[in-house]
């Protein structure tokens, strides 16, 4: 057995599922840790706040709720930047075609303190209808679907996945790219500083595996499709086109990105004063994908 280190993943997606496409594939055996998956689902208020209760290690989130994290004292580490830039998508039922068509209306979100409801309130106020739309909390892409079918939301804030299911099992509309748009920063692999001088070699092989899953991601497309097939119960033709995309997202060697993080800085100082003059490298240790990226030079 190798050493145990516990996992939790905040929303069900492929952007989010590295390490458990690698703990399927056996790569963090390989690599001499124990994989315990002890939290799925989260959100990211439960995501954050089980992380800095110390109820799991590592944690598969957005980087949003990890910049009041820091500003309240805390000590988040992002150690992989699994997709630079985020891959949601403001999505609108099936007769809603623009951002401004949602006034009045009600959008879908994961929770309101994550990275769904930060993403919304950016590109509503961009077109300046922040004010007049609800975010609605529904915990999992599962009751934002069944919300949508019942007419209860008008729009959504869906990852890349969810977008091409939200198309063609709902028929719904992208009416805003939250990464070509905002520049909003993507999902990450995230500890803390105490854990990683806890034990750096495990943060490393850690790390390490998350390369490794990248490379298998990319390198066995039929590996990887069946594991998406289990993993979200799509139709074969959406897993495809889940896999293209994200195979084409994934970074082979997956670092945060400085000036993403910067805009998500910038995007909850307006309403949290506090984080102002945060540097994005705050947030990041890079020592060990630094030490990656030298040995496959």
Known sequence: MGTPARFAVAQRST??????????????????????????ETAAERGVEGLIASEWDYIEIGVIPLVGLRADGYDPAIVVGTTAMNTNFLMGRRNITR??????????????????AAAAR?????????????????GRYSKIFDAISAGDIDGAILAG?????????HGMHIIADIGSEIRMPGTCVVTTRREIARN?????????????????????????????????????????RIYEYY??????????????IQVAIDEIAKVRPDVRGMAPANLIETCFLDEI???LR
């Not at 390369?211 to 897993?239: G, M, Q, R, W």
């Open 15 to 40: 952007a989010e599922c590295l390490g458990l496409f690698a703990a399927a594939q056996r790569l963090f055996e390989r690599r001499g840790v124990d994989f315990h998956l002890v939290a799925f």
């Open 99 to 116: 951002v401004v068509e949602l006034a009045g209306g009600r959008v879908g979100c994961l929770s309101l303190g994550g990275q769904t």
């Open 122 to 138: 950016a590109v509503l106020g961009r077109n300046g209808i922040a004010d007049a739309v609800e975010l609605v909390p529904l």
């Open 161 to 169: 996945d969810f977008r091409f299911f939200g198309e063609v099992r």
């Open 200 to 240: 750096p070699e495990l943060a490393k092989q850690i790390v390490g595996t998350y390369v490794d899953a990248v490379h298998a991601f990319k390198t066995y497309p039929d590996i990887a499709k069946s594991f998406l097939h289990n993993h979200l119960e799509f139709e074969e033709d959406v897993i495809e």
């Open 247 to 260: 195979r084409s997202i994934f970074q082979t060697v997956p670092r945060p990105s400085l000036p993403h």
């Open 293 to 295: 990226d030298a040995e």
